[in-house]
Nanobody
Framework: QVQLVESGGGLVQAGGSLRLSCAAS????????MRWYRQAPGKERDLVAR???????TYRDSVKGRFTIYRENTKNTVYLQMNALKPEDTAVYYC?????????WGQGTQVTVSS
């Protein structure tokens, strides 16, 4: 059973940076696609970024050039480096793993960007 634990959220001023981490248990991390989503109050959960086992990466348009997703397979961890944060980035951020290990979500971490 895969478990995902996010960390690194918090309160930051606009223009600041945060790095989110998602640590995965289980033995299939290196062959799973990893994704970051976010959900703001009253809104749908949106895909922010994804990284394939071969490190193919895509981002939603609103975060391109500001956010970077990367993975360290030796640590079973995926990261989301967020720079130049904006108030509209405020949301709960979730990580998700998809692959032969199944489809799993973390519990989420709150990111709040003040203006």
């Amino acid at each position: 059973q895969v478990q995902l634990v996010e960390s690194g959220g918090g309160l930051v001023q606009a223009g600041g940076s945060l790095r989110l981490s998602c640590a995965a248990s289980g033995r299939t991390f290196s062959v799973d696609e990893m994704r970051w989503y976010r959900q703001a109050p009253g809104k749908e959960r949106d895909l922010v970024a994804r990284i394939s086992p071969a490190n193919s990466i895509t981002y939603r348009d609103s975060v391109k050039g500001r956010f970077t997703i990367y993975r360290e397979n030796t640590k079973n961890t995926v990261y989301l480096q967020m720079n130049a944060l904006k108030p509209e980035d405020t949301a709960v951020y979730y990580c998700r793993s998809m692959g032969i290990g199944g489809d799993h979500w973390g519990q989420g971490t709150q990111v709040t960007v003040s203006s």
